[in-house]
């Protein structure tokens, strides 16, 4: 598509160089086309319907809220399942002792149910669910389920309820049976459930929510703020020919390959309040009064959290620095150190603006990890205790599969989705083209 | 700079080596050790007189830990595959074509990468549940393109561009198509970086935590990960089978990383660094 509006657009002065081009680029997108069908369909599909599912009161565990629907609907199985038992019902009380409240709810229910049958489209499902449901077979959501207009909708919702009051206030025969089936036919009707952006009002005042968002900010800032810092100097002081450098590169990547999940129930070992080696450790050197305390504490867990975190990535940080720091051609410094420049003003002079496009590329990356951090928590806390270690990712998940509250879980994921959006534009405002430098390989 | 480092220098990386393997080592230490050593007054002695594999039988007899390691490969393996076929095209056209909306379609892969796993998640887990998907191998294949993919075309693309473009030029006015080069001429030279992309998404495959813990739910389908997280009961953690199951997995990976640490570097920094 974008080929022909673009040659089209714009009549090529050099027709020679125009049919050498023109294959190359329509090869250029069928090679792409895979790709880019598959990134849509699989992460930016899910991330714009996320969004939309933050605007519906969508909740799995419940039939009638466990899809998105705009207008008013009504279950077809549901409603045959109890409007003719409804109406016999009422008709075989009236022959026992007629009341002038039966007659009219019968005459009620059945001009609805006239009028239902009168739209076309609902006439045919109409009969269709009802020769299944005399056959004893299945029906599926699809046919069950139709749109109906919102007055109608309302009337039989209301006309249900009413009939409902009514029929308990009357002297019945088989009472049960009659009011438990005017029941069943007040939830026939399905309304929309959309809400526009309620979930994100009601979660921007929740405290949990904040809690959440600012135990996420500590952890990203504290954990990516000792990892640059430490990892720095790591790739600073190791950044010789020296012997043994591939035993060190593997030593490095070993905490980055192991799943987090499995170094997270590693170090819930090593911090166990009775047998835990490190705990015994940080408490023997006085960084906790008790043992016990790193895990059971909203401060200790939040420090276990953050360590491990530290454990875990700094090396990694430390490569990628040690990349960076290894493309300075070390005559800059020969001459710095000529003119009598001190280390520090070599590396602030030279290593840090040198460093500047790695140090923000791996600072980006870092952030971002730790902001979306959600397997080493739920692992080595579960979010506890008392919520002190929660994230928004751990709370997002919570809502979405322990509570079956997609709608809720969804806003959340859509307030991520934002952070994380914000967070790289920052970066990249300072990293400016750096990143997309596009142009074939020097 | 480049003075040859002194003995401190080599005592602290023997401390700092020590310092990020210590876990590891415990871990070690912990797994050959008999139940009751690992309570009590004996918890904090690093050896054993009674060095035992019970753990690690049990591992394998109690728990279906050598179900999850097969769903982990297979997942991993048909990730990886079908990925950096799918990308190395892409890639391929990204680094050597011309054409219109190249900078957009990069900058829209580089920020894939930084989506957040969670904001797919409930779309993704919906479809996959109606398409009776979850619990089985396809339902963690097509989510893993999510991490999988943008992360190939990214490291494939840096890898297509070191490679000299004189060699292309040539095959070109040779008289081959676009294909024929990138076959002929492309496709081997590029086999180490595709190689490198291939170890690195496998790892992250084999790692990914979140889809595999709410899409493969049933213990069949289960991944190493998750299995091994969820090894912890209601009330009691099972240390010993839980440390001899970290270091079955552990110690692939740390072959796998001794045996390509000088790619998988590359592959680590070959996004970061510009040259």
């Known amino acids: ?442 | 700079m480049n003075k040859k480092p002194g003995i401190l220098f080599y005592v602290f990386l023997a401390v700092f080596v020590f310092v990020v393997m210590f876990p590891f080592l415990w871990i070690l230490l912990a797994s050959i050790k008999p139940a009751t050593e690992l309570f009590g007054e004996k918890a904090f002695t690093p050896l054993t007189d009674n060095p035992t594999f019970k753990n690690y039988i049990s591992v394998f007899v109690d728990y279906p830990f050598l179900t999850y390691l097969k769903n982990s490969f297979i997942v991993s393996i048909s990730t990886t595959l079908y990925t950096v076929f799918v990308a190395s095209f892409a890639a391929y056209a990204i680094a050597r074509l011309q054409f219109k909306g190249k900078t957009v379609i990069l900058g829209l892969v580089l920020s894939v990468t930084m989506f957040p796993q969670i904001a797919t998640i409930s779309p993704i887990y919906i479809i996959l549940k109606n398409l009776g998907l979850t619990n089985s191998y396809l339902g963690l294949i097509i989510p893993y393109t999510t991490i999988a993919l943008p992360l190939s075309i990214w490291l494939l693309v840096t890898f297509f561009r070191k490679i000299p473009f004189e060699l292309e030029e040539a095959a070109r006015m040779d008289g081959a198509t676009i294909m024929q080069t990138f076959w002929r001429v492309i496709f081997p030279l590029a086999a180490p970086g595709l190689f490198t992309t291939a170890i690195l998404v496998f790892i992250a495959a084999w790692n990914e935590f979140l889809f595999a813990l709410t899409i493969n739910t049933d213990v069949a389908y289960k991944t190493v990960p998750v299995g091994i997280a969820l090894f912890q009961g209601q009330f009691t953690i099972p240390w010993g089978e839980i440390s001899a199951a970290t270091v079955v997995v552990t110690v692939p990976l740390v072959i796998l990383v001794l045996l390509f640490q000088r790619r998988i570097v590359s592959g680590l920094t070959s996004g970061s660094v510009k040259e």
Request: some cysteine; aromatic content about 10%; charged content about 20%.
């Open chain 1, 1 to 442: 598509m974008e080929t022909k509006t673009s040659t089209s657009a714009h009549v090529p002065k050099d027709t020679k160089r125009k049919k050498k081009k023109n294959p190359e680029r329509l090869m250029a997108y069928s090679l792409i086309a895979p790709s880019l069908i598959l990134i849509l369909a699989i992460a930016i599909w899910p991330v714009l319907q996320s969004f939309y599912f933050s605007m519906f009161d969508l909740k799995l565990s419940d039939p009638s809220k466990s899809e998105t629907h705009l207008g008013y609907e009504i279950d077809l199985s549901r409603y045959l399942d109890n409007y003719p038992f409804l109406i016999s019902g009422i008709d075989s009380e009236i022959k026992e002792n007629p009341q002038p409240e039966l007659t009219a709810i019968k005459e009620d229910l059945e001009s609805l149910d006239k009028q239902l049958q009168d739209n076309p489209k609902v006439k045919e499902n109409y009969d269709l669910v009802n020769d299944k449901l005399l056959n004893f077979e299945k029906v599926d959501e699809g046919t069950a389920v139709v749109e109906i207009d919102k007055k109608l909708a309302l009337e039989i919702s209301s006309k249900a309820q009413e009939a409902e009051a009514t029929l308990k206030d009357l002297e019945l025969k088989d009472e049960k049976k009659i009011t438990g089936l005017a029941d069943g036919l007040k939830d026939v009707i399905r309304q929309p459930n959309f809400i526009g952006f309620k979930h994100y009002s009601d979660q921007l005042t929740d405290a949990r929510m904040w809690k959440a968002l600012s135990n996420t900010l500590v952890f990203t800032v504290l954990s990516v703020g000792f990892e640059l810092v430490i990892g720095l100097a790591i790739a600073l002081l190791i950044n010789k020919a020296f012997f043994g450098r591939g035993l060190i590169r593997a030593t490095i990547l070993i905490p980055w390959a192991i799943p987090t999940a499995v170094s997270a129930l590693m170090w819930k070992f090593l911090y166990d309040g009775q047998n835990g080696v490190i705990a015994k450790m940080f408490e023997e050197v006085g960084i906790v009064n008790k043992m016990a305390y790193l895990l059971t504490t909203d401060t200790g867990a939040m420090f276990s959290v953050i360590f491990t975190d530290v454990w875990k990535t700094t090396p990694y940080m430390a490569l990628l620095l040690l990349a960076g720091l290894q493309t300075i051609p070390g005559s800059l410094y020969e001459a710095a150190s000529i003119d009598g420049a001190s280390k520090w003003k070599q590396f602030t002079r030279i290593t840090l603006p040198l460093l500047k496009s790695s140090l923000l590329v791996a600072l980006l990356f870092r952030t971002l990890d730790a902001f979306r951090v959600f397997d080493l928590i739920f692992v080595l806390t579960g979010g506890g205790p008392a919520n002190s270690t929660e994230t928004i990712s751990l709370l997002a998940y919570k809502y979405m599969f322990n509570q079956q509250n997609f709608g809720t879980g969804s806003a959340l994921s859509v307030i991520v989705f934002i952070c994380v959006a914000i967070i790289s534009m920052i970066f990249i405002r300072f990293l400016g083209r750096d990143l997309l430098n596009d142009g074939p390989g020097k």
